[in-house]
């Protein structure tokens, strides 16, 4: 089985400033990882996803992720925040190579980001 | 392009009432997902629906079922609510079924029971 552990329920940050929302998984088998992105009463948005190469994927808005297999981890980072990136941030798995497509996420990290 | 809609957006229901969930697919789309976000939690992948067959369920019991239609859209049913069934139920759709797609996702059904 897989688990996500994203391990800041909230981060304040002020609008300009760098951003890190922290995401560590557990599997027995290789996985996909993805961060999606909620905005308040709306759906989930994909904002990247590492499949294989290189580690270090760019998404939309400026986001990028980096992979990490030894620390199994998949931090999200974004180098200026802007007030419209207030919003519920989930870092999911997926088992590779399952006929379908079956996202494990995590409880979520609700970034603030103030004036 | 018409994205993924969900209805209805909000209903109550009471203990041991049965619930019907919608869903039309973006276009295109012949796989449908639907997962179960509980209050401060992240989804829990509940089913998977593709060209009208499930093919992958999560750890929820057989009172959750559904049905992907030949349009693609799908119905999530469940029976017998309890009161942890309250929730938002998000459905995503995507291309081919495989675990590498993008999910596209609806704004959810959100469910109250009494």
């Known amino acids: 089985a897989q688990s996500v552990t994203q391990l800041d329920s909230q981060v304040p940050v002020f609008e300009e400033a760098p951003v890190e929302l922290r995401c560590n998984y557990s599997s027995s088998v290789s996985v996909y990882l993805f961060w999606y992105v909620q905005y308040p009463n709306q759906g989930l948005q994909l904002l990247l996803k590492y499949l294989s190469g290189s580690t270090l994927v760019k998404g939309i808005n400026g986001f990028e992720a980096e992979f990490n297999k030894s620390q199994t981890s998949f931090h999200l980072r974004k180098p200026s925040v802007h007030i419209s990136d207030t919003a519920e941030y989930f870092c999911?798995?997926?088992?590779?190579?399952?006929?379908?497509?079956?996202?494990?996420f995590g409880t979520g990290t609700r970034l603030l980001v103030s004036p | 392009e018409t994205g993924v809609t969900q209805s209805p957006t909000h209903l109550i229901k009471t203990r041991g009432q049965q619930v019907t969930l919608r869903c039309s697919s973006q276009?295109?789309?012949?796989?449908v997902s639907w997962y179960q976000q509980a209050l401060g939690q992240g989804p829990q992948f509940i089913f998977q629906y593709y060209r009208e067959e499930e093919n992958g369920r999560g750890n929820f019991p057989p009172r959750f079922s559904g049905l992907q239609f030949p349009n693609y859209s799908s119905e999530l049913n469940v029976n017998a609510l309890e009161l942890d069934d309250s929730a938002l139920y998000l459905c995503?759709?995507?291309?081919?079924?495989?675990?590498?797609?993008?999910?596209?996702f609806g704004e959810g059904s959100r469910l109250t029971v009494l």
């Open positions: 999911a798995v997926c088992r590779k190579n399952t006929g379908f497509q079956k996202l494990v």
């Open positions: 276009s295109g789309h012949n796989t």
């Open positions: 995503a759709s995507s291309l081919g079924g495989q675990s590498t797609g993008e999910l596209f």
